[in-house]
């Protein structure tokens, strides 16, 4: 398969995965300023589930640009990434409706919502695995490598682990843990990734 086909296809995944984030924030009659107040973990539960999908787009180019060829594994671990990327809104909905409750649902909640970034970023994780082995990259990256490209591109995946334990005692925590890990990936760049000046698209 054309690697331009396997991207198009993760890119309307991505599309529609943003679009449904957006669905959940509604508002009703009257009273618009305290609704607004009263739905503010949606807007950030909202802000941070965008921001990670964004980033996972902008990594997933970088890293299907390096790619030589595809094959059959390559496209099922594609897809196990993609599982949990259409999973991102649901579990953001329901992050965002029970952090203002409370309670023992708050931490059900978190936990799922911290599973599906860990399962996302296994997914991913694994694509990237994927790459640095055999003739699968365009340019290979050295053997001494490796091991720092593996924690710079899997380095939230223990924080969502933490979280998602940290989150069975305090939601907020949890919460912020992940906020933190999107602020870490906005700033780090996909190790490995093809110099974007120096190698334009094409």
């Known amino acids: 398969?054309?690697?331009t086909r396997l991207e198009a296809f993760s890119d309307g995944?991505?599309?529609?995965?943003?679009t449904l984030l957006?669905?959940?924030l509604t508002v009703k009659g009257p009273g618009l300023q305290h609704q607004l107040w009263e739905q503010r973990w949606s807007f950030g539960a909202y802000l941070i589930s965008f921001a990670?999908?964004?980033i996972i787009w902008v990594n997933h180019h970088a890293v299907i640009k390096s790619i030589a060829k595809v094959n059959r594994t390559l496209l099922f671990l594609n897809l196990v990434l993609l599982l949990f990327v259409v999973l991102i809104p649901f579990s953001t909905a329901a992050a965002a409706q029970y952090l203002p409750v409370g309670g023992e649902d708050v931490k059900v909640a978190m936990a799922m919502y911290s599973a599906v970034f860990l399962g996302m970023s296994i997914g991913f994780g694994s694509v990237f695995e994927?790459?640095?082995?055999?003739?699968?990259r365009t340019v290979p990256l050295p053997p001494q490598a490796h091991w720092r490209a593996r924690l710079r591109f899997v380095g939230g995946t223990g924080v969502y682990?933490?979280?998602?334990v940290v989150s069975l005692f305090n939601?907020?925590?949890a919460f912020g843990l992940?906020?933190?890990?999107?602020?870490y990936y906005i700033v780090e760049r996909t190790p490995g990734a093809p110099d974007a000046e120096s190698q334009p698209d094409k």
């Open 13 to 18: 995944v991505f599309a529609v995965a943003i």
């Open 130 to 136: 994927w790459t640095l082995h055999g003739d699968h």
């Open 52 to 54: 990670v999908i964004g």
């Open 161 to 164: 682990a933490i979280s998602g």
């Open 178 to 183: 992940i906020a933190l890990v999107a602020v």
């Open 171 to 173: 939601a907020v925590i």
């Open 22 to 24: 957006a669905l959940n």
């Open 1 to 3: 398969m054309d690697r």
